[in-house]
């Protein structure tokens, strides 16, 4: 990409050039309110995985007058890793290493580092109390998604959220298909009646088994859960969370609303060996939004099986079916997108959008949105698990905290597989 | 017709001879992929020479895939449970230590859907990585016995030409954005070229083995050159020198950092054929990609 070069020696050059010679003109970008050099963005990122790293990047070639400032991460071999795969960017990506943070709770170093825009990327169970955290040290914040992974874990979103909005403080949401043209269009088409009344609406995330890592003689249990973090309900959510909760974003964002209430199942089928901890492999739920609509959601992670990553939404006019590459609208007012090949990158064009709505001073604020369409899949969750109908009330007033209080490196316990009609 | 195949004749003849030693006659054949039930056909390609660009290229005999690999037989390659899925990582079923760093490897798990809603079965392959491609080839190799790779760009452009001045009418031949509704087809459908190669124009563009690069050792990412056009291009991108560069875009919807070295998530145009040297070419002897995560 082409923005990477905008920070080579030449472009400085140029760069000094022309603001030397026609300042007059309005050759700089920066807002006049501010100073020159006052809306730097420096990240602190937060969890420095492959997601991380990656949305590390996707924030240095989305605006200019980007740098990262500070790098914290649960284990040390991460941090050594990062450090090598930015070295590409050079001066803006290079942290001294005394900003540089291990351990459990390197998050709160990061945060009283002086970034002004933190990237939360762990496993989704930390994300509460990194989201609380971040905002009340007073930080722009991008968070990965989900942002929870049960009801009290909401509920601590939700008023993280209301207290960055007080603070005027921008918060994105790593919900990306709410960036990406060819999702804005339909929606907008769909909002604009091209398929007439919502009557159904269908979401999918069907693929196969995902990674793990094998297990590390040297791994305390709670080690070993982190690295395969993906496996545990307390760090992911299950993959109805973790993953999922893109289409149900996208179909909540559609409709316009959050499903008010779920009923499901699910099991454990086919991935069974406890390396991948305890979580399902396939659910599906019957959603029920306000307005007396459905939504059929089915996930599985099972090799072998039948894909689809995708959302559909059937109108008293027209259908519309949407996924990450195609979209199309059939009916009285038909309609077809493919990904164009000269497209930003959504990942990238997220903080480019985020950015630019601090640097105007109109901060936005994707948090509401996302603690909604994550809590829309833990719902769904929470009724596969106990084969109970539960309700947004009932999965919003939850007690069940299934992130521990206190944290440290030693034994853990598994949680036993969820058996629906089992008492709890 | 009748002229060229005369033409073809011809060529055969010359391409026999220079097979010489061969035991198996210079004919098509067809052959089971290891480990499935899949067969897969290869037709003979005449030495001879490929003119383009002013420049008069030798382009000695060798087989080339009838058909573009198809998600069938590439299923078959990630289904091998003996082959790890990177260096140093122990094979499910291998047992022993972990392979030495030459080993073959197999795909990652792919993220969401690899197939993009387009299904499998005998469709082409789509979106895997010319490291993909390759180890598929070195894979496909070790399995048979036989030396199977991507064709170099001028074996590829001299095999789509067969021996014609100008391919027929081309909806009759090719996928384009004009007849393919959007989606790569499943192989064959259309009609062969005049050496009875299917889909070299459109359908899905393919890779090639990109020799001009060889002298970084293969170890960088991109770029690396695919050829034919695919189903998302106009007519006029569909021409056996159709010639595209991959790039970094080809994955720009690959959020995790190092991207993968198998799947692209963004070149759904993109798939191969194998072809088998007669007599392999000193140069390509043992080549192959050098790619791992930490290549940029």
Known sequence: MSDESRDDGKSRRDFLKVSGATLAAGALRVPAVHAAGSDEIRIGLIGCGGRGTGAVTDALKGASGVRVVALGDAFPDRIEQIQKRLLEFGDKAAVKK??????????????????????????????????????????????????????????????????????????GAGTQRRHQKGYLEAVQRIRDGAIGEVTAARAYWNQGSLWKKDREASWSDLEWQMRNWLYFTWLSGDHIVEQHVHNLDAVNWMMGAHPIKATGMGGRQSRTDPAYGHIYDHFAIDYEYESGVHMLSMCRQIDGCEKRVAEDLVGSKGRAETSGERWAITGPQ??????????????????????????????????????????????????????????????????????????????????????????? | MNASGVLVGTLLGAALAAAGALDAAFAPYSETVPGSAVKFEMVPIPAGTLEAGG???????????????????????????????????????????????????????????????????????????????????????EKTGKVYRLATEAEWEYACRAGQAEP?????????????????????????????????????????????RAADGYTTRYPHPVRGGSYTEDAKAVTCSSRRLSEKAWSRRDPQLPQSIWWHTDATFVGFRMVRPVEEDENLKGLRSRVTRESP
């Open chain 2, 55 to 141: 420049q008069k290229v030798p382009v000695r005999a060798f087989w080339m895939g009838r058909y573009e690999v198809t998600w069938d037989e590439y299923d078959a390659y990630r289904a091998d449970t003996t082959v790890p899925v990177a260096v140093g990582v122990r094979s499910p079923d291998a047992g022993g230590p972990p392979r030495a760093a030459d080993a073959i490897t197999r795909p990652t798990p792919p993220y969401a859907d690899e197939y993009f809603g387009f299904g499998k079965g005998k469709r082409p392959v789509i979106a895997v990585t010319h490291h993909a491609a390759m180890e598929y080839g070195r894979w496909l190799s």
């Open chain 1, 98 to 171: 005394e900003n540089t943070f291990v351990g459990l709770d390197a998050f709160e170093k990061v945060i009283a580092s002086d970034a002004n825009y933190v990237i939360l990327a762990t496993p989704p169970g930390f994300r509460p109390q990194h989201l609380q955290a971040a905002v009340a040290a007073g930080k722009n914040v991008f968070t990965e998604k989900p942002v929870a992974v049960d009801g009290p874990g909401i509920r601590a979103v939700l008023a993280t959220h209301e207290e960055a909005k007080r603070k005027g403080l921008a918060v």
């Open chain 2, 168 to 212: 027929g009418p081309l909806g009759e031949q090719a996928w384009t954005a004009e007849n393919a509704e959007d989606a790569p087809q499943p192989v064959g459908k259309k009609k062969p070229n005049a050496w009875g190669l299917f889909d070299t124009l459109g359908n899905v563009a393919e890779w090639t083995l990109d020799r001009d």
């Open chain 1, 334 to 424: 038909p309609w077809r997108r493919r990904e164009d090949e000269g497209e930003v990158s959504p990942y990238v064009q997220e903080h480019t959008d985020l950015i630019a709505s601090i640097r105007a001073g109109k901060p936005s604020s994707e948090l509401k949105n996302v603690a909604e369409s994550t809590l829309t899949a833990i719902m769904g969750r929470m009724s596969a698990y106990t084969g109970r109908l539960v309700t947004w009330e009932e999965a919003l007033g939850s007690p069940e905290n299934l992130v521990p209080e206190k944290l440290a490196w030693g034994p853990m316990a598994v949680p036993p597989v969820a058996r629906p009609g089992t008492p709890a």
